[in-house]
């Protein structure tokens, strides 16, 4: 069955719900009435979250003071993109693209859920983005990549973490798990190949569809081991990251995602302020003066 | 003797220089405390009022409540404080449209705007609004709209939403240390407008920032105990 946590938006796309049970969920658009009766202190990100502005102009006033979206979100011209599928330098902005379904998963082949993952006892499992990080994988959203001979540094759009893939041919020994994983990477011809394990369990979104408005969210584990094969076509325009997900713990067999970016004007972006977001949920929040 | 002398001074000039050319880009840790004095290494003018807040902060530091620092609970420490936060590397990534500086302290990320206008101001955040130019390989940044919640040191330093900082960021010694030198104007909170400069020490490039997740770091979420217990 396909779960729709509607009642979740601001949780699903600030900080996404913890989700009991099932591994999978569908996110839908917020509607109108849900942006309105969020709390005060979101609704600037929520609206700042449904678009990025492009405009230039005065200052603007302070939000709560008739102000507009948040954020320093002008766009820089830029130049041509570069040719050389070996430089994936810039900013790429998310193309969409939609993932493959997801065997063995709610709405994918077989229709069966797989089997329950670890993580899921007590009904209980952690959401990365609660703790303000990003999933894995180019695809969630735009990307900065910054990259030099050591690694390529890759700058999301929305959370602002930072991912970095290291070029070297051997896994960290005895990788701690992280967030991001432990990511190596090398170059088989015109692509770039990255390999990613000691991935934190967590709830990752694996196919973000902005044009809907919706991403299915899929809970991994540190089983999960993940390869990705970016591509940058031959006018520099593209980069298409095909990932592979690989954990037999939550799926049947792998899976693939697909999704495109597309070489853009830096948005620059805007302070997430996640860690206010999470006021909503930790305990432990809210005692900021 | 003295001709090679002068040749190896050549040689190190040269590299100096490409260093130094090669800019702000890198990793970095800082060499400065996280206490800020001025240039001439006096406490910065508070006013009054400001003054009584600081060394109220202080005390209560002291006794070890630092209910007034929302550090504490993992909020972002601000500008300039997260650069020198528990001594945690950052890396500068360098694009013709912005700067990223990429912290490692909860992996935050400031973006500071290379656009050539002010930005559109909203706000006030933890970061502030920051847009900059170049003057030569000179990061030259003004930061409006910071967060009044946060301090510009550990050691409490306050500020207003009204405060500009005014950072120069530049490396000397050979491309080895970035010097941030810092101009701080809040008449609502200091006597008169004061200069700071702090100082950073260069890691090897091939440095890994590490993934830091300060909830987890302190144990402030209970998701994080209770997820860590299960899959144990």
Redesign the interface.
């Known amino acids: 069955m396909m779960l729709r946590h509607k009642c979740c938006w601001t949780v699903a796309l600030l900080a996404s719900c913890v989700l009991a049970g099932p591994a999978l969920a569908q996110i839908e658009k917020p509607t109108e009435s849900e942006l309105e009766a969020a709390p005060s202190q979101f609704q600037n990100l929520l609206h700042g979250r449904s678009k990025l502005i492009t405009q230039t102009g005065p200052l603007a006033p302070k939000p709560g003071a008739g102000g507009g979206p948040p954020g320093m979100v002008q766009a820089v011209p830029i130049n041509n993109p570069s040719r050389d599928p070996h430089d994936l330098t810039g900013y790429w902005a998310s193309g969409g693209g939609p993932g493959g379904p997801i065997p063995g998963g709610p709405g994918g082949p077989g229709g069966r859920a797989g089997p329950r993952p670890p993580g899921v006892v007590g009904h209980t499992v952690i959401d990365a983005n609660r703790l303000c990080t990003v999933s894995l994988g180019v695809q969630m959203s735009g990307a900065r990549i910054y990259q030099d001979r050591y690694k390529l540094t890759m700058v999301f759009g929305n959370e602002l973490r930072a991912r970095r893939i290291y070029f070297t041919s051997a896994h960290t020994p005895n990788a701690p798990l992280t967030y991001n994983g432990d990511s190596i990477a090398r170059w088989d011809g015109n692509t770039l190949v990255v390999d990613t394990i000691a991935i934190k369990g967590m709830i990752t979104a694996v196919d973000f569809d902005l044009e809907n408005g919706a991403h299915t969210l899929l809970l991994t584990t540190p089983s999960l081991h993940v390869i990705e094969r970016i591509t940058k076509s031959a006018d520099g325009s593209k980069l298409t990251d095909q990932a592979t997900w690989i954990d037999p713990s939550v799926t049947s067999k792998p899976y693939q995602t697909t999704s495109t970016l597309t070489y853009s004007a830096d948005p620059l972006g805007y302070d997430s302020e996640c860690e206010d977001v999470g006021d909503m949920f930790g305990p432990n929040y809210g005692s900021a003066k | 003797m003295i001709r090679k002398f002068l040749a190896l001074a050549a040689v190190f000039a040269l590299g100096a220089h490409a260093a130094e050319a090669a800019g702000i880009a890198g990793v970095w840790v800082a060499i400065s405390p996280n206490k800020l004095l001025t240039t001439t290494g006096q406490l910065p003018p508070l006013n009054a009022a400001a003054a009584a807040q600081y060394q109220a902060d202080l005390a209560a530091a002291a006794k070890g409540d630092y209910?007034?620092d929302?550090v504490a609970?993992?909020?972002?420490p601000g500008e300039p404080r997260t650069m020198l936060q528990d001594r945690m590397p950052f890396?500068i990534?360098v694009?013709?449209?912005?700067v990223?500086f990429?912290f490692q302290w909860?992996?935050?990320?400031r973006?500071i705007?290379?656009?050539g206008?002010?930005?559109?101001?909203?706000?006030?955040?933890?970061?502030g609004?920051?847009?900059a130019h170049w003057e030569g390989s000179t990061l030259v940044a003004s930061v409006t709209g910071i967060k009044e919640?946060t301090t510009l040191d550990a050691a409490g330093l306050p500020h207003t939403d009204s405060a500009v900082l005014t950072e120069r960021f530049h490396t000397i010694n050979g491309g080895q240390i970035l010097e941030a030198d810092i101009h701080v104007s809040d008449p609502a909170t200091y006597t008169r407008d004061w200069d700071t400069k702090l100082l950073f020490r260069r890691l090897p490039?091939?440095t890994?920032?590490k993934?830091d997740?300060c909830?987890?770091r302190k144990n402030?979420?209970?998701?994080?105990t209770?997820?860590n217990s299960?899959?144990k």
Do not use: H, Q
Not at chain 2, 106 to 109: A, F, K, S, T, V
């Open positions: 209910s007034w929302p609970i993992c909020k972002p890396e990534d694009s013709p449209a912005r990223d990429l909860n992996r935050l990320d973006i705007g290379i656009v206008k002010e930005p559109l101001y909203v706000g006030p955040y933890y970061f609004a920051s847009t919640n490039d091939d890994r920032i993934e997740v909830m987890e402030l979420n209970n998701y994080a209770i997820y299960v899959t």
